[in-house]
């Protein structure tokens, strides 16, 4: 069974950064993709960042290109997420999540990850 836990989040200010975090226990951290999401006050949850299990490949959404940078480390069991010039739009709880699959590239579709953290709470004011 494996377990993300997000960490991190917190109240800011517009054009503050922050990096968030997830934890992932309970399985082979190194063989999956993995994303993060976000779901902001009465919207869906949409796709925000992914990164593959080598690391080797990267995918952005267009709102988000340019300012967030995900990366992992296998040999911590972490991947994260680095917010910069946050804008009050961004404010939304974060969500990391495993994809369903090992060894394959991920997708932004939300019924493609298996496992979800419990979500991270970021605000940003204007």
């Known amino acids: 069974q494996v377990q993300l836990v997000e960490s991190g989040g917190g109240l800011v200010q517009a054009g503050d950064s922050l990096r968030l975090s997830c934890a992932a226990s309970?399985?082979?951290?190194?063989?999956?993709?993995m994303g993060w999401f976000r779901q902001g006050p009465g919207k869906e949850r949409e796709f925000v960042a992914a990164?593959?299990?080598?690391?080797?490949?990267?995918y952005y959404s267009d709102s988000v290109k340019g300012r967030f940078t995900i990366s992992r480390s296998n040999a911590e069991n972490t991947v994260y997420l680095q917010i910069a010039s946050l804008k009050p739009e961004d404010t939304a709880v974060y969500y990391c999540?495993?994809?369903?699959?090992?060894?394959?590239?991920?997708?932004?579709?939300?019924?493609?990850?298996?496992?979800w953290g419990q979500g991270t709470q970021v605000t940003v004011s204007s």
């Open positions: 999540a495993k994809y369903g699959t090992t060894f394959f590239e991920p997708t932004r579709r939300v019924p493609d990850y298996d496992y």
């Open positions: 990164i593959s299990w080598s690391s080797r490949s990267t």
């Open positions: 309970g399985g082979t951290f190194s063989r999956y993709s």
